[in-house]
Structures are given as structure tokens and as C-alpha cells.
């Protein structure tokens, strides 16, 4: 019995037959730009990891600094609570990415602060403040929120020592995770 193949037929056949190459080569090229678009958002995840690690060792660096700087102050640990306070809420002013800045007693109560709430805030069981007070260096907190602001910070702290080593102080910087986040997402 012969096979009787209509002028459609062949038609359909030879439209079926030159668009399979064409599909399979469009396949092609979809996986060929899969790979690049895969390695392009892997460099660009690369870049923005290094943003990131390069931003908190500036923040980090610069809040050892301040910390430095207020430890060694003149007369602070001495002083009345509210030069103290005029002090640091003059050095947090200019400077945004922290929410507060505080000198804590070692019975672990602020003594006082940049924004002026501390009115018996305690600190002491704060990770930070422990961290400080045995290590007796520059310490890093986790996560916590403030209780004097009610913002998110990581908390940075440096035991301020007298000329025979012990602790007279604790200083705090609390860096706004918000602010340091929006930074980054702009960068």
C-alpha cells in the first residue's frame, strides 16, 4: 500500500523541519546567558560582601577611636554627670550613625550619656559590658536593643583603666543597625 502525502502534509513537514534547529539553537543560547547572568550575580554578591566587610571595619575602627578619645577625656570620670553629658551629646551630634554614646559606672549603671535618658539605666548585664569589664579591651556586643533609645544597635565598649590597671569605667558607643544598613544598601 503506497503512502499518499498530500501538498499540506509536505508543507507542515518542511515548516516542522526547519524550526527545530531553530529551537534547539535558542535553547542554546538560554543556557549559554544562564551561565553569565549565574556569574555576573555571583561577582556582584562578591562586590557587596566586600562593601559590607570594608563598612564594618571602618565603623568598627572609628568607634575604637571615639571611645579612645572619651576614655582619655579630661576630668570626665570626675566630673559632674551633666558636663559629662554636655560632652558626649556634643560629640554624638555630628555623628549619626550612633545612637548613643555612654560612660557606665562598673556597678554597671550609666553614669551618663548623649541623649540624656539615663536616669538609672542599667548596663550591667549587657554583653558589651560584661565583655569589657573581664577582657579589660575594646569589645563588640551583639544585637541588642537600647534602652535608652529603643533603636537596634551593636554595641562598642572600652574599659577605661586607672594608672594601676584597674577599671574605673566603662564607654559605650551604640551604633544604629538601621543607619549603618541603609549605608551599606546605598553604597
Do not use: H
Amino acid at each position: 500500500m503506497k503512502l499518499r502525502i498530500t501538498l499540506r502534509t509536505r508543507i507542515v513537514l518542511l515548516v516542522v523541519a526547519a524550526i527545530i534547529p531553530l529551537f534547539g539553537l535558542s535553547i542554546f543560547k538560554a543556557w549559554l546567558s544562564e551561565d553569565a547572568a549565574i556569574t555576573r550575580a555571583t561577582g556582584n554578591l562578591q562586590v557587596a560582601a566586600a562593601l559590607v566587610a570594608a563598612n564594618q571595619d571602618r565603623v568598627t575602627s572609628s568607634s575604637f577611636q571615639l571611645l579612645l578619645a572619651i576614655a582619655n577625656a579630661p576630668g570626665l570620670l570626675e566630673g559632674k554627670p551633666a558636663d559629662c553629658q554636655r560632652y558626649l551629646q556634643a560629640l554624638l551630634d555630628p555623628l549619626p550613625v550612633y545612637a548613643n554614646l555612654g560612660l557606665i559606672g562598673i556597678d554597671g549603671y550609666f553614669r551618663c550619656d548623649g541623649v540624656g535618658r539615663v536616669a538609672s539605666v542599667f548596663a550591667g548585664d549587657r554583653n558589651f559590658f560584661q565583655s569589657a569589664l573581664a577582657l579589660r579591651t575594646f569589645v563588640a556586643g551583639g544585637y541588642v536593643m537600647s534602652r535608652t533609645t529603643g533603636t537596634p544597635l551593636v554595641t562598642f565598649a572600652l574599659p577605661v583603666l586607672d594608672s594601676a590597671g584597674k577599671v574605673k569605667a566603662i564607654v559605650a558607643a551604640g551604633v544604629d543597625v538601621n543607619k549603618i544598613s541603609k549605608a551599606v544598601a546605598n553604597a
